[in-house]
């Protein structure tokens, strides 16, 4: 985990390796995508899933509700972000 702070540390100072285009993306779209990268590796780090909507919620002082569901559609697009739809089974009673 300090390697990770030594890092991010020094990529925010702009001293950062500029052959990770993963953390080009999300720098690169201000505070929000900054927090969702930050949001979504400490789950990560956790061992835990994390919903869409718990990201919209997260950075909801950042970004609109559009704007972070299309920040993480190209995130997606550009393999950034890995998304799991769960399958949910409808039953009639």
């Known amino acids: 985990m300090i390697k990770l702070a030594k ?6 100072k702009g001293d950062g390796d500029k052959s990770k285009p993963s953390i080009q993306f999300f720098r690169s779209h201000g505070a929000y995508g900054y927090m969702i990268w930050l ?7 956790e061992k835990k899933e994390i ?3 718990k990201l919209v919620i997260d950075v ?3 970004a609109s509700r559009r704007t972070v569901l299309n920040f993480i ?3 997606v697009e550009g393999k950034f972000i ?3 739809t769960q399958l949910k ?5």
């Not at 949001?39 to 780090?45: A, D, G, P, R, W």
């Not at 089974?89 to 009673?93: C, L, N, R, V």
């Open 7 to 12: 890092y991010l540390i020094k990529d925010f």
């Open 39 to 45: 949001t979504i590796i400490n789950f990560y780090f």
């Open 51 to 53: 919903s869409i909507e």
């Open 60 to 62: 909801e002082q950042y």
């Open 73 to 75: 559609s190209k995130g």
């Open 82 to 84: 890995n998304k799991k």
């Open 89 to 93: 089974i409808k039953e009639k009673f």
